[in-house]
């Protein structure tokens, strides 16, 4: 049934492509995936974008998530891909491992103003020295509490990541056995920890270099002692316990609805989902991040919302180019995108939208970002630590501790060794 | 060599259906007088196989090619964007050093050995039972086969999920007899039987295949045996049973060929935890290929699991000629 359906889509993609190729060679192309809002938003932008400049016309191509990676998959496969298509941050590891498989864009710097574009940000889509994606907005895991579970337990925010395990106690005691003070799966236990470290140790989980775990043995076994700490004082439930709610989003739970978990170390433009379903009046706040003393970093996972990415095999580069800065840095193009994106990355863009009052401070993924702007984040985060596998890992590691089936040592040993592994394949 | 040991048994089954069927045409010839219109079915033949042309196209262009492509993929590295590099055998040793690969192929046994006995039984049990001439037995047989209808969707799953989640169904209702909440999905063992419980519900088509050999057992037998002063249990065992082997043979390679390939439920219910006590192998395999993009390993392990199944219906059939008997044999070797 599977195998049936994907081989339709390739099916269709590629006879969709072959339409669009032979259509018209003047035309540029353009792709993205989103809900309606952002087609009709990206739509209007281009509609600007062809009456400033009403010699070029422009395809555009967009569909939703569902299925838009296996398409634009066959596309690049059959080098059939869009000029200009939006990317994803995590899929550079699949089409441009050495940087060749988009376009560099530094070498339109002359007409695409980079100079809008924070530098770290600029690195996170630059594969192997080659600027490959540009960043639209960004974004970082950071606390967000229910604000009403925390008042009840009559806890101010941590401010330290010791203030979590003391946390854990008293809500066990104030409020009962089921109240936690946050909930983590394995990838937001992986992030979080891994933020820890980087800021007690300043170094970043993978060396990509060495195509390894950049942790020692000790360093790797705190990795997990500070999860298995966390459980025993009843700062996050275990993967026990959360499991025993069948595989479903978290936010679906009846626990997180019922403010049971007063805590989330998540994405920041992530959140609203998680806001919205808290049943009413409970409602998320912005926490603090914590900071260790002297630490020049505060290790965050800071990475692209999504990025631009000019084609490999594009002919009118160029043109792509200006259709890009235009919707990116000019008054026209931002506009008619507004927070379709999320906040913009752009300064010229961040600027005028947070005058024209589009920018609302008050917005939850607003506030959060403001917070990671402020934030020291001199170290990049690899791509390969959203590896699936090395995350499915993780979780099964800690899942298997929370059993009793492993030691917190035997965890450490298995995650360097299997992980390596998969570090080593994935890049092979 | 098992495709020749597969054709050589199902002869066997063949020739009792075959026997059907020319029992009808003699019928049907007897009646019309005609021996033309065997005759022309032949001639039709080309006619026939261009009203089938879409199903044979569907299943070379979906099933035949893919099932072939694969085992050339396996033996590359494919990652969907880089063309595929041959490599030789490096997937299938990659295998033997993967820890998750022997997890997964041990609980997919798990899970085999533990759903066929009890679905086969249950099945048999309840045929057994809607095969005696009660008031409303056409409304139980339709209530029991209606599970296997819905059986396989992702929406009954949700609703499994709902019932076994530790704030779910059957914990609310054991928590009216003041029994504790147990964690049904965050227990490995628990897990496994939450899960296997979906698949053995779904006991309907089996049952209705079962329930249509029942009826062919001829009554004079039991009559023979009542006479001899048998009881129901003994009728059960020594009448019923030996005549419906080929059946239970028949449904027994049908449901362990399916529950080899089962995905919807773990997938669903329990996401494969917790700590992969509920990955089956299929889960592994669409993982591999869908979520990590690493096609070439993918097709290595789809291929492990399709020789893993043939050897095991390979032993199964050998098996058979101990078990199963066939009408006009002389019984078991």
Redesign the interface.
């Known amino acids: 049934m599977?195998?049936?359906t994907i081989?339709m889509l390739v099916g269709l993609a590629s006879a969709g492509s072959m339409v669009s190729t032979h259509a018209n060679a003047e035309d540029l192309r353009m792709s993205w995936w989103g809900g309606n809002s952002r087609h009709a938003a990206t739509n209007a932008a281009v509609k600007e974008f062809e009456k400033v400049n009403p010699n070029i016309s422009v395809k555009t191509e967009y569909t939703g998530w569902g299925g838009h990676l296996e398409r634009l998959?066959t596309q690049?496969?059959g080098n059939t891909e869009p000029d200009l298509m939006q990317t994803n941050w995590n899929w550079m590891p699949?089409?441009s491992r050495r940087g060749d498989?988009f376009k560099d864009l530094r070498d339109y710097s002359d007409i695409l103003d980079l100079s809008q574009f924070d530098e770290a940000a600029l690195a996170a889509g630059t594969n192997n020295g080659k600027l490959n994606g540009i960043p639209i907005s960004m974004a970082a895991r950071i606390f967000y509490f229910n604000k009403d579970i925390w008042d009840k337990a009559g806890l101010p925010y941590p401010v330290t990541w010791d203030d979590f395990m003391k946390a854990g106690p008293v809500f066990k005691q104030k409020l009962g056995e089921k109240f936690y003070p946050l909930v983590l799966e394995g990838r937001d236990v992986i992030a979080m920890n891994r933020s820890y470290m980087v800021q007690k140790y300043g170094i970043p989980m993978i060396d990509e270099e060495k195509k390894k775990i950049a942790y020692s043995d000790e360093q790797m076994l705190e990795f997990f002692k500070l999860y298995e700490d966390m459980v025993k004082n009843h700062v996050a439930p275990s993967?026990?316990?959360?499991?025993?709610?069948?595989?479903?989003n978290l936010y679906e739970h009846?626990?997180w609805i019922n403010g049971e978990w007063a805590g989330l170390y998540m994405w920041n433009s992530a959140i609203n989902k998680y806001n919205d379903n808290l049943k009413p009046p409970m409602s998320l706040e912005l926490g603090f991040y914590p900071q260790m003393k002297g630490a020049t970093d505060a290790g965050l996972f800071y990475k692209p919302a999504q990025m631009f990415s000019i084609g490999k095999n594009s002919d009118q580069p160029e043109v792509a180019a200006k259709l890009l800065n235009f919707i990116l840095n000019e008054p026209a193009g931002y506009k008619a995108m507004g927070l379709a994106r999320g906040v913009p990355l752009s300064l010229a863009a961040r600027r005028a939208l947070m005058l024209d009052g589009t920018i609302k401070e008050s917005d939850l993924s607003v506030a959060g970002l403001a917070q990671i702007n402020d934030l020291p984040k001199q170290l990049q985060t690899s791509a390969y630590f959203e590896?699936?596998?090395f995350v499915?890992l993780f979780q099964?590691l800690i899942?298997?501790m929370?059993?009793g089936?492993i030691t917190v040592e035997e965890a450490a040993e298995d995650f360097i060794k299997?992980g390596n592994?998969i570090l080593r394949?994935a890049m092979? | 060599m098992p495709i020749i040991f597969l054709k050589k048994h199902f002869k066997k089954m063949i020739k009792v259906i075959e026997k059907m069927k020319y029992l009808h045409y003699y019928r049907k010839c007897n009646l019309n007088n005609n021996k033309i219109e065997l005759i022309d079915m032949y001639e039709n033949r080309r006619l026939g196989l261009a009203y089938i042309s879409p199903y044979i196209i569907g299943l070379l262009v979906f099933t035949a090619f893919p099932f072939l492509s694969s085992l050339i993929i396996s033996f590359t590295d494919y990652d969907l964007i880089n063309p595929p590099e041959y490599i030789g055998l490096d997937n299938y040793r990659y295998m033997l050093d993967d820890d998750t690969f022997y997890k997964s192929m041990g609980v997919t046994f798990a899970y085999v050995f533990l759903t066929i006995p009890l679905k086969l039984a249950f099945a048999l049990f309840i045929a057994f039972v809607l095969n005696f001439k009660l008031r409303g037995i056409k409304f139980f047989r339709t209530a029991y086969y209606i599970p296997s209808i819905l059986g396989s969707s992702v929406a009954i799953a949700v609703l499994w999920r709902a019932i076994f989640s530790l704030d779910g169904l059957l914990n609310s209702f054991i928590g009216v007899f003041g029994v504790e909440p147990i964690s049904w999905l965050g227990e490995p063992v628990f897990a496994m039987f939450s899960v296997t419980l979906l698949r053995v519900w779904q006991f309907g088509s089996a049952m209705v295949i079962f329930l249509a050999a029942l009826q062919s057992v001829p009554q004079s037998q039991y009559e023979a045996a009542m006479i001899d002063g048998a009881s129901k249990w003994q009728m059960f065992t020594k009448i019923t049973v030996p005549l419906i082997t080929p059946v239970i043979f028949f449904n027994f390679i049908m449901q362990t060929t399916q529950a080899f390939q089962e995905f919807t439920a773990p997938y669903v219910i329990t996401g494969g935890g917790p700590a992969k006590s509920t990955y089956l192998f299929s889960l592994y395999i669409y993982e591999t290929a869908f979520k990590y993009f690493d096609l070439g390993y993918g097709s290595a392990l789809a291929w492990v699991l399709f020789v893993a199944v043939a050897i095991f219906t390979a032993i199964s059939f050998k098996s058979s000629k101990y078990w199963v008997f066939y009408s006009g044999d002389k019984g078991g070797k």
């Open positions: 599977k195998i049936k081989a998959t690049i496969a699949i089409f498989g993967s026990k316990y959360i499991a025993g709610f069948g595989a479903a009846k626990p590896n699936p596998q499915s099964e899942e298997k929370d059993q089936q299997q592994r394949r092979r």
